[in-house]
């Protein structure tokens, strides 16, 4: 149900133990939900296999942390996908993602610069689609239909540049935007490589 529900009695219901057995094992919940966000992104790293290169390499590591975040756990996902966890997992994925950027030939500082705006977009995206997806289905449905329907909808002549776009964003708007994303992110990394 999320982060902002959670307390250390729901969380000991959920698990089948008392709420006092938590505290043996974390000081509170916020060390639950960072350590939650530790292991997702350790599922991530566990299922990523280096690319040929450097650019193959980082779009392989946003697929598998997007996918753990999105899909396999999206209300997880959504609810600690803003944590910064300081925890192994993620100073494993952080120092992964440096070294790949270093072998483009980035310096440190540029490196530490492209860090944040990955880990943003991968982690953006993945906090969009889990939100999507955790909706209800009726309203995922009803979403996908506005779209869908758009061109039905439109006043006539007011909107041409949208009446025109229509079939196409009744198709691109109700799928993933996450790899159209990931690629105009390599391309500009690519592009900025020095």
Do not use: C
Request: hydrophobic letters at 50%; proline letters at 5%; zero cysteines.
């Amino acid at each position: 149900r999320g982060a902002s529900v959670l307390s250390a009695r729901t969380l000991a219901a959920a698990v089948g133990a008392d709420a006092s057995a938590l505290y043996r094992h974390f000081t509170g919940v916020d060390d639950v939900v960072r350590a939650v966000a530790d292991r997702m992104i350790g599922l991530g790293l566990d299922r990523w296999t280096p690319g040929s290169d450097w650019l193959e390499s980082l779009a392989g590591l946003g697929r598998v942390l997007f996918a753990v975040y999105a899909q396999d756990f999206p209300r997880a996902g959504l609810a600690v996908a803003g944590r910064a966890t300081g925890l192994p997992n993620e100073l494993r994925a952080v120092e992964l993602t440096l070294g790949l950027l270093r072998k483009g030939g980035f310096d440190d500082e540029s490196a530490a610069k492209w860090f944040g705006a990955i880990a943003d977009i991968a982690l953006g995206q993945a906090m969009l689609q889990s939100a999507i997806v955790t909706l209800p289905a009726e309203i995922q449905d009803a979403d996908k239909a506005s779209w869908q329907t758009l061109s039905t909808r439109l006043p006539d002549d007011e909107h041409p540049h949208t009446q025109a776009a229509a079939p196409h964003l009744g198709e691109y708007m109700v799928q993933p935007s996450f790899e159209l994303v990931l690629e105009l992110m390599l391309k500009g990394l690519a592009a900025s490589a020095p």
